[in-house]
């Protein structure tokens, strides 16, 4: 697994590949075929699998089955900025949260199903690719050398855009992460949901199994 | 696991049960009736044949989950139990789509509500496009049927805070309210409906027909999609299904055919013309996949000065329908106002936002509270619905543009609903919209709504109720079955699901569903028992 990391460099889209899908505001132009190039090409978009805790903190036993390492990168630099004031401040928490939520991410999409699965690849593919993160990001450097103020700064100039593609894109990165974060036990405190009612868990079958 | 619970028992007691995800070569069934769909349709259907003495086949796409698997949990339930793992959206990703995937379809994730197809609307389906047997005094009886089949009754059990807020603004302001009646028996009164009844009240097709059906000698495959339906001259021969694999999503390649000598497609108001278009049966007039409705949703949330906990206690008990039908019922769009239960996953991905704001707003769950409003489409003839079609995998995707007459409407429900939510005290309410703040009085609230930009990803839009797609009518120019939900050009295939209905329905419409399904599937046994 580890190989797909080695030679993601190499795997560049195929630019005589792209096509483009004019949204009708100012020229934007939309790649909606990145994806499909930068896939037939192998490697950056295939699953992570399996990540080294070393330069990730992930955790090592979980197999990643849709997002590449382009599309982690992606969420490491976002989520800062999307949980603004929510994450834990100690160091060691904070990236055991971030990483979490990315598995719990992963995990959602597999049960996406192929139709959304593909339209997610288009969207995180013109995302990692340097051309069209500038061109419709506005985002100048690789993710991973991204501040949160400018991970911050993508996210509000997509929800504000009078462009209704890169609102859609807006929520489609906001919704997945906020389910997966504020939706997690973990993360439960954050907005005051005690949790199932305890007096439920002890009087259930399913929660009881020997009983 | 518990024998109490009735799943695990008629499963122990032998019935006739098959995970297709555990099927290791291909194989040929037949029945007299394949069913395909276990939801309200396809469960009502199923269990009045099979106690008629027909031998049925229920083909379910989706898992079979029952009490041991619902543990109260939101990302589990939202994965495995919802369509697309929850992600469903329409063609332009405006609209997100809540929609059952797993045995008993919407039924096993559904907020509980019961009403009866409103008068106005059966009215309308019998005077204007000319389905007489479809008039309310025709209707009743079969209404009234379902209710006792599924333990209808309006809920007696005061209204959690959440929907009392309704009720008090609805009182305050002079607008009618009324209590839901819930489709329960011992409710517990927790609040986790929507992610599988933890504790076998809610009497959904689960626990209802599904087992009725079993004790009287169905089959049921589930973790099988019915992928072609296919013809030998004038009449539909078998149905091609493919197995799911181990997560529930991916085919395992092996495929099973299924013969009978009577289909009923029950795959839901998105699947059902899926499945049809994707079998490229005979249809003359291109009818297939339009008209489709969802009752369009968008939503305020109030901050309310006192604790809500919206996230506990029946999720659904109070609802106005004052501007239901109040301009006719084909005139300006009308809308129900009901309630959303907010847990944090829901909440999380429903109210927009991220960063600090966002980590504010859902701070302040446990006293927010929101009202939903369901637009009725259909009527008006500038409401002509959305279409499905496929995309290039096979799977239905529904386009639903949003014209100008929904706009007006779903700002007015914006409007309602933000003064309802003041009148009961609330301290500060905001649109889902991304261009809405908090308004702290009504009178802001109420410029600012005037001018929100009415337009499709800023407005936050939602839909629980999908219908139509295969429309019933008396024409075959302008319908694709009668109003029995027999096919106009196949003899041997009928639709028993939300897909049939010419319009929306004004109100949640599992009743609908079961009533109708109800109605067709006796008068289907009927004919079946005398080509016998």
């Known amino acids: ?211 | 696991m518990s024998m109490n619970d009735p799943i695990a028992r008629g499963l122990a007691a032998g019935w006739n049960v098959t995970d297709a995800s555990k099927l290791s070569e291909n194989r040929t069934v037949e029945a007299d009736v394949v069913v395909i769909g276990t939801g309200a349709g396809g469960g009502t259907t199923a269990e009045i044949l099979a106690r008629q003495g027909l031998s049925v086949i229920l083909v379910e796409e989706g898992r079979l989950y029952y009490q041991k698997d619902f543990k109260m949990d939101e990302l589990t339930s939202y994965a495995n139990l919802y369509q697309e793992g929850m992600s469903r959206v329409t063609a332009d990703g405006a609209i997100a789509i809540l929609q059952g995937r797993c045995v008993g379809g919407s039924t096993t994730v559904n907020w509980t509500s019961s009403f009866r197809t409103p008068d106005e609307t059966l009215t309308y389906w019998s005077q204007e496009l000319g389905l007489e047997g479809l008039a309310p005094d025709a209707m009743a009886p079969w209404f009234e049927g379902r209710e006792q089949r599924h333990n209808m009754a309006p809920w007696e059990t005061p209204p959690n805070l959440n929907n009392d807020i309704l009720r008090q603004g609805c009182e305050k302001l002079g607008y009618s309210w009324q209590v839901i009646p819930r489709n329960v028996k011992g409710c517990w009164n927790s609040g986790y409906c929507g992610v599988g009844c933890p504790t076998n009240a809610k009497q959904g097709a689960l626990l209802t027909t599904i087992p009725g059906a079993l004790d009287h000698k169905a089959q049921l495959f589930h973790g099988l999609r019915a992928e072609r339906l296919v013809m030998s001259q004038d009449r539909i021969d078998h149905l091609l299904a493919s197995a799911m694999g181990p997560d529930g999503v991916t085919p395992s390649g092996i495929m099973v055919t299924l013969k009978a000598r009577q289909f009923v497609v029950a795959a839901s108001a998105i699947g059902s013309p899926g499945l049809l278009l994707r079998s490229q049966l005979p249809d003359p007039y291109q009818r297939v996949g339009k008209r489709s409705f969802i009752h369009p949703v968008n939503a305020t949330v109030a901050r309310m000065p006192a604790k809500i906990d919206p996230f506990y206690g029946a999720p659904q008990s109070i609802y106005s329908d004052e501007f239901n039908f109040k301009a006719g019922t084909d005139g300006p769009a009308g809308y129900k106002l009901e309630v959303p239960p907010l847990h944090p996953a829901m909440a999380a991905g429903v109210v927009p936002g991220h960063g600090q704001p966002q980590r504010d707003n859902l701070g302040q769950l446990p006293w927010m509270q929101s009202v939903i409003a369901l637009l009725r489409d259909g009527f008006h003839p500038d409401s002509p619905g959305g279409t499905v079609s496929l995309r290039d995998d096979g799977s239905p995707v529904l386009d639903y543009p949003i014209t100008d007459y929904l706009w007006q409407g779903l700002r007015k429900a914006y409007l309602t609903m933000a003064e309802i939510q003041f009148a009961a005290g609330a301290e500060a309410v905001q649109a889902m919209h991304l261009d809405s703040d908090w308004y702290t009085t009504w009178n802001q609230a109420r410029d600012a709504i005037n001018n929100l930009p009415m337009k499709p990803h800023r407005a936050r839009l939602f839909t629980a109720h999908q219908m139509g797609g295969c429309s019933m009518g008396t024409d075959p120019k302008t319908s694709v079955v009668n109003g029995f939900g027999e096919h106009h050009h196949i003899a041997n295939l009928n639709i028993h699901d939300a897909s049939i209905f010419p319009t929306s329905i004004g109100a949640n419409p599992q009743l609908s569903v079961y009533a109708l399904a109800a109605r067709n599937s006796s008068r289907l046994a009927q004919r079946l028992a005398n080509s016998a």
């Open chain 1, 1 to 211: 697994m580890t190989s797909q990391h080695d030679t993601k460099n190499s795997c560049q889209p195929d630019v005589s590949r792209r096509s483009f899908l004019k949204t009708g505001l100012g020229g934007a132009v939309f790649l909606s075929t990145v994806s499909l190039s930068a896939g037939l090409t192998g490697c950056a978009t295939a699953p992570a699998g399996r990540v080294s805790a070393v330069d990730s903190r992930m955790d090592t036993r979980y197999q990643f089955q849709f997002l590449s390492r382009d599309d982690i990168a992606l969420f490491e630099a976002l989520l800062p900025a999307m949980f603004a004031g929510a994450l834990p401040e100690e160091p060691n928490q904070r990236r055991f949260a971030i990483a979490g939520t990315i598995e719990r991410i992963d995990q959602g999409i597999v049960k996406f199903g192929p139709a959304n699965q593909q339209e997610l690849r288009k969207l995180f593919d013109l995302l990692n690719f340097a051309p069209t993160r500038i061109a419709l990001a506005r985002v100048w450097s690789d993710w991973p050398s991204v501040s949160t103020a400018d991970a911050d700064a993508f996210l509000r100039r997509w929800r504000d855009s009078r462009i209704g593609l890169l609102n859609n894109g807006y929520i489609a990165l906001t919704k997945i992460s906020n389910v997966a974060f504020y939706g997690h036990e973990d993360h439960w405190h954050l907005s005051g949901y005690p949790g199932p009612p305890a007096w439920m868990v002890d009087a259930l079958p399913q929660f009881n199994p020997a009983a």
